[in-house]
């Protein structure tokens, strides 16, 4: 069977400090992985999605960046944290138009 | 920019109610909608993948209902309890290339024993 592991769980990090958010997919190949943001009061906002290694599609300008070194392997980085990048951190995968799999989260809190 | 829309923000109904939400989505280019159900400390888990226009699906007391033509789904829980407690996130693909999933705000329900 297909799991999902993110972490961590939880993160506070000074503002400017810089992140890495880790997300790994065991039990397929090739799935498309994503990052979702949650902040607060808002519904889950598509950050990143791959469908395959080294492909990265944004969908929104910020300041994150996303990578997939490996097939099953998706990061979430920021070289300079903001107050606003606070939030809890999802990331998922599926087969092409299949329902998502998500994994636990990261609360993310910049202090 | 695609705009999703659930109503109501939040719900809270005694053991035993009977409940349901709305989902409003673009009405053109429709290729999927999606029910999730997000409890709390937990991660978000797939009830529903939607397709045809007059869609219903049903999955224990949780039914759902599907109009593409006029952009909008009903999720229906029967005899609430408890465990039902959860945020109920929609979303829609749109059908065009590769597409991603909108989410909306999602209903947050509370059932009281």
């Known amino acids: 069977s297909q799991t999902i592991h993110q972490w961590p769980a939880t993160l506070v990090q000074p503002v400017g400090s810089p992140l890495s958010l880790e997300c790994t997919v065991e039990g397929?190949?090739?799935?498309?992985?994503?990052?979702?943001?949650?902040?607060?009061?808002?519904?889950?906002?598509?950050?990143?999605?791959?469908?395959?290694?080294?492909?990265?599609?944004?969908?929104?300008p910020q300041n994150l960046s996303?990578?997939?070194?490996?097939d099953r392997q998706f990061i979430l980085s920021s070289k300079k944290l903001l107050?606003?990048?606070?939030?809890?951190?999802?990331?998922?995968?599926?087969?092409?138009?299949?329902?998502?799999?998500?994994?636990?989260?990261?609360?993310?809190?910049?202090? | 920019i695609l705009n999703v829309e659930q109503s109501p923000q939040s719900l809270h109904v005694q053991e035993g109610d009977s409940t349901n939400f709305?989902?409003?989505?673009?009405?053109?280019?429709?290729?999927?909608?999606?029910?999730?159900?997000?409890?709390?400390?937990?991660?978000?888990?797939a009830l529903f993948v939607m397709t045809l226009n007059g869609d219903e699906k049903k999955k224990g007391r949780i039914s759902a209902t599907l109009n593409t033509k006029e952009g909008y789904s009903?999720?229906?829980?029967?005899?609430?309890?408890?465990?039902?407690?959860?945020?109920?996130?929609?979303?829609?693909?749109?059908?065009?290339?590769?597409?991603?999933?909108?989410?909306?705000?999602?209903?947050m329900l509370l059932v009281s024993p």
């Open chain 2, 74 to 107: 009903y999720l229906y829980i029967k005899g609430s309890q408890p465990e039902d407690s959860a945020t109920y996130l929609c979303a829609f693909m749109r059908n065009s290339g590769y597409s991603t999933l909108t989410f909306g705000k999602g209903t």
């Open chain 1, 28 to 60: 397929t190949s090739n799935p498309n992985l994503y990052w979702y943001r949650q902040a607060a009061g808002r519904g889950l906002q598509l950050l990143f999605y791959s469908v395959g290694i080294g492909q990265i599609s944004s969908e929104v």
């Open chain 2, 22 to 45: 709305t989902c409003s989505f673009p009405s053109s280019n429709f290729y999927a909608l999606h029910w999730y159900r997000w409890e709390t400390a937990k991660s978000p888990e």
């Open chain 1, 83 to 111: 107050l606003s990048d606070s939030g809890f951190y999802l990331c998922a995968w599926d087969r092409v138009r299949s329902p998502l799999h998500f994994g636990n989260g990261t609360r993310l809190t910049v202090t």
């Open chain 1, 66 to 70: 996303a990578s997939r070194p490996q």
